[in-house]
């Protein structure tokens, strides 16, 4: 059983930054993808960015050259820095793994706002 740990949401100011980790463990297995999908009130959950244990990245565009997806494979723990950030992502964001089947993190808000 893999169990995904997310930390790092809050309230931040327009043009603010905030880092998600999330921190996986039991038993993962490789190749596999970490990643973020977010779901605002009223929206369907989309993807937000992702990243393979070889290092390929993708991202929605909405955030591309805003956000950072990064892993540190020995510990199994993706992060995903968020700069210049717009009331638009504001959402909870989960985070998830998938290897053999998919599994996901608890969720965490991000509220953007003056």
């Known amino acids: 059983q893999v169990q995904l740990v997310e930390s790092g949401g809050g309230l931040v100011q327009p043009g603010g930054s905030l880092r998600l980790s999330c921190a996986a463990s039991?038993?993962?297995?490789?190749?596999?993808?970490m990643g973020w999908y977010r779901q605002a009130p009223g929206k369907q959950r989309e993807l937000v960015a992702s990243?393979?244990?070889?290092?390929?990245?993708n991202y929605a565009a909405s955030v591309k050259g805003r956000f950072t997806i990064s892993r540190d494979n020995a510990k199994i723990t993706g992060y995903l820095q968020m700069n210049s950030l717009k009331p638009e992502d504001t959402a909870v964001y989960y985070c998830y793994l998938f290897s053999t089947q998919t599994y996901w993190g608890q969720g965490t808000q991000v509220t953007v706002s003056s």
């Open positions: 990243m393979t244990s070889g290092g390929r990245t």
């Open positions: 039991g038993s993962t297995f490789s190749p596999n993808t």
